[in-house]
């Protein structure tokens, strides 16, 4: 899968791009992140690439001519490529939309500033708005970076020999307790079950403590999970 970010502050990316999961999928070409400096499609010699907003208020507006004009040049090589603004108002990422995402070829995420971006953009330019929670952050740089974390590892390989299947949330039930080693470390001791060897009781007992803290800490996702079992 490609990516490509629409950002003003693009060096912020090589977190993912040189650490951890993201940067080893990158190495085995599994995905690539592409990052495009708004400033660079500005018009005018102060590489401004927003304005006072029509009708007052505070805040400054991202311009349609940057945006649409990398919009448009990012597409010249990826036209089907699904164009996502970062936004507060947009659709809740959860696990479902993520594991959508990661089927696609190539995703565009816009990154907003300020107070936002012209609202044409998000009329004529944009395929998808998608939120992160509901509260509002500097800019879309860090609900990107969520985006491109939580979708690659839905992707084949990424994670190579870990299972996500049983990641919180894929059935709408929280993970099962982890335990490694020692045994016992301050007279608190792995559960048995689990040092059995008898893979059909450890998995039944995973998918009790999956329903247990569920039930304990997101009742709301146990209702789905009921109701998915009717």
């Not at 349609?64 to 108002?89: E, F, G, H, W």
């Not at 299972?163 to 490694?180: I, K």
């Amino acid at each position: 899968m490609r990516f490509d970010v629409i950002t003003l502050f693009p060096d912020m990316f090589n977190s993912i791009k040189d650490e951890g999961v993201i940067a080893r999928a990158i190495k085995k070409s599994h995905l690539s992140i592409h990052t495009w400096q708004l400033r660079e499609f500005s018009n005018n010699k102060y590489k401004n690439i927003d304005d006072k907003p029509y009708g007052g208020g505070g805040g400054m507006v991202m311009q349609v001519k940057p945006i649409r004009d990398c919009i448009n040049k990012i597409k010249q090589a990826n036209p089907k490529t699904k164009v996502i603004y970062l936004s507060p108002q947009g659709q809740l990422l959860k696990h479902k939309l993520a594991k959508e995402l990661s089927t696609l070829d190539s995703i565009t995420l816009l990154c907003g500033r300020y107070e936002g971006v012209d609202e044409r953009i998000i009329e004529y330019d944009i395929d998808m708005e998608i939120s992160i929670g509901d509260y509002v952050i500097s800019g879309g740089e860090l609900a990107a970076m969520v985006l491109i974390d939580t979708v690659s590892r839905q992707i084949p390989n990424v994670l190579g020999n870990v299972d996500s299947l049983n990641d919180s949330f894929t059935n709408n039930l929280l993970d099962y307790p982890h335990y490694t080693r020692p045994k016992v470390i301050d007279n608190q001791a792995v559960p048995e079950v689990l040092l059995s060897g008898h893979q059909a009781n450890i998995d039944t007992w995973r998918k009790e403590q999956s329903i247990k803290k569920t039930q304990k800490k997101r009742k709301d996702l146990l209702s789905i999970y009921k109701n998915c079992l009717q």
